[in-house]
């Protein structure tokens, strides 16, 4: 038996198959159509950032035009609000042409009658003033006397007054309070009180007595009153002192 002789056997490739029966082939990598098409989407993209960069700079970024007018336009400011003008708390402090005689207070005026004494009091509130008794010196024949609160209303305090006025009297009888009819605008209200009364002297003889307090409100809240009393022996002639000096206190309002 001859030997045949032909083409030696491969020994098979790792991994199961071999080549092929001839042998195996080797081709050069194709070359990727995709290349071209990247550089020019590179270009373009790097013109568009660009272009883009040239727009913020001229258009400041980005922002409104809005919040830039234009030289010619006209800006109005946003309103701020409604300005609040707060309501006075007290009484402006002038002197008018019917604040005459001696001031109270608060713009508060009252003219003393003739014959009519300051009190030797000086410690006593508001203005004291007294009538002393013909040639009796050191005795009264009665008293004026006008003082301020803001703690009580016009009402409140000429019924507080009537009430410490004759706490040392004997025979008190007071009358019914009234609202009185205030002469000015500038007063919101004005009450009225009389009352009679025995006062006791130094010798111990009651003397019957006739007095009045009015209080007159203001529109700050600040009340003022009128505490005034004679000797009823003399009420009749000298009552009418007593009306002026209460009137003046009412004048000075205007």
Known sequence: ??????????????????????????????????????????????????????????????????????????????????????????????????????????????????????????????????????????????????????LYDAKAFAEHLVDIESNGFKNVRIGKGVVVECATEALKACYSIDYTADVPSKSGKLLPFKGFVTAYEDQFGQVTATDAGLESRVYDRRVNELKAMNNSVVKSYS
């Open 1 to 150: 038996m001859s030997q045949q002789y032909g083409a030696p056997q491969q020994p098979p490739a790792q991994g199961g198959w071999g080549p092929g029966p001839a042998g195996p082939q080797f081709r050069s990598p194709a070359k990727s159509s995709k290349t071209p098409w990247i550089v020019m989407g590179g270009a373009v993209l790097a013109v568009l950032l660009i272009a883009v960069g040239v727009v913020l700079l001229t258009t400041g970024g980005g922002k409104d035009d809005s919040a830039a007018p234009a030289p010619d336009d006209k800006v109005t400011p946003d309103p701020i609000g409604t300005m609040y003008t707060p309501e006075p708390t007290e009484a402006p402090k002038t002197k008018g042409p019917n604040d005459v005689g001696v001031e109270v207070g608060k713009g508060v005026w009252f003219t003393p009658a003739k014959g009519w004494l300051q009190g030797p009091d000086k410690t006593v509130s508001g203005q004291y003033w007294i009538l002393q008794e013909f040639n009796k010196r050191g005795l009264i024949d009665g008293y004026f006397w006008v003082r301020q609160t803001k």
